[in-house]
């Protein structure tokens, strides 16, 4: 069997085809009535509706960014705060640290200085 027997049925299917794309097509623009035009009026409030949209959004941008700046400000306050606290803690800690306030401490509570201080070599028993 040929495909060129078949040729009759591929062009009544192909007028069919052609014939209800066309009408789709033809179905898909809608009908204008003569002489009918969107009036001026429309068309500003259309406009108007875009515009106070925008400025909408613009306030609602900008209120938002603001609320960001204050918090960040106060959040860098608080960590300024807390860098202070730290730097102070550690100016504490190499006061209590120094070698003379622990000698002054280590009196205080009763300890004595070493005069003869003895060493352990670990070497001599390694043999």
């Given amino acids: 069997m040929a495909i060129f027997e078949f040729a009759p049925a591929i062009q009544i299917s192909r007028k069919i085809v ?6 789709a097509v033809l179905r898909l623009v809608p009908e204008a009535k003569s ?3 969107a009036g001026d009026k429309t068309f ?7 515009f106070t949209t925008g ?3 613009l306030l609602v941008i900008n209120t ?3 609320k960001d700046a204050f918090l960040l400000q106060q959040l860098k306050q608080e960590a ?3 860098t202070d606290e ?7 800690v190499a006061v209590v ?7 002054q401490r280590a009196s205080e509570l009763g300890m004595v200085a070493s005069v003869n201080p003895r060493f352990l070599d670990m070497s001599a028993g390694a043999k």
């Fill in 18 to 23: 052609r014939e209800k794309t066309n009408q």
């Fill in 35 to 37: 002489g009918e035009v």
């Fill in 44 to 50: 500003i409030i259309f406009l108007a509706t875009i």
């Fill in 55 to 57: 400025l909408l959004s």
């Fill in 64 to 66: 938002a960014l603001a």
């Fill in 80 to 82: 300024q705060v807390l």
């Fill in 86 to 92: 730290r730097e102070a803690i550690l100016r504490q």
């Fill in 97 to 103: 640290s120094s070698p003379d306030r622990l000698a």
